[in-house]
């Protein structure tokens, strides 16, 4: 059986999910509104003039840059991110949200009597910096095929579950997430899902799971450029 190694993402995802409860304790915080979003609902576009900060209270949200023909997905935020409307960025909710905002003055305001929510802003921001540079990575130096392995990949190592066949990896994004995320299109996607499960590589599990029988045989669908 392949290694599985602990990503440090999770450990912080539930770290923000105990700071979250913790400041909601007691309701909706002091300075913040709470507004809800249905799915599909954008919050703020690159050319809005609002300048809030806001925290996901529930549901998911996608950040992304959009041209005439084209939407590369940034990241996806969660429960317990924080993020801000003052960015060159599309904000969307792809499933019902709730957010908490608050304009950005008064957040720093907060920020300086209350310290601990820095980390959690650094690990979104981090996060986000890290996704944009594996997306020009894999743009510039990957084709399709090592892009989606090289997610899945990923993915089985942060949240796979060891079984008798291989590794069980849940799938929380829907094949068009992923294609953004990966600056493709959903067929090419489903397409080479559908080519890796002939080959033995990959079992669908249901719509919202993959069974990978092999991380050591994913790698090698996706090598380091500069190797």
Partial sequence: MDAIQQHPTEKASR?????????????????????????????????AVSNQVFIVHSGRLRVYLAGENRELTLTFLEAGDIY???????VEAVAPSTLWLIDTASFARKLASDP????VMMRVLGGMLNNAVKLIEDLAFREVPARLARFLLGLANRR??????????????GLEDIASLLGTTRQSVSLLINQWEREGLLQR????????RSLRALAERCPDPAG
């Fill in 15 to 47: 770290a923000a999910e105990r700071w979250l409860q913790e400041l909601g304790r007691s309701g909706l915080p002091g300075g913040f509104e709470q507004r809800e979003l249905g799915k599909g609902g954008l919050l703020s576009t690159p050319s």
């Fill in 116 to 119: 601990s929510v820095t980390p």
């Fill in 160 to 173: 796979g579950l060891v079984c008798d066949e291989g590794l069980l990896v849940p799938l929380d994004l």
């Fill in 84 to 90: 801000t409307t003052h960015t060159p960025t599309y």
């Fill in 205 to 212: 599990q249901g719509r919202r799971t993959l069974l990978v």
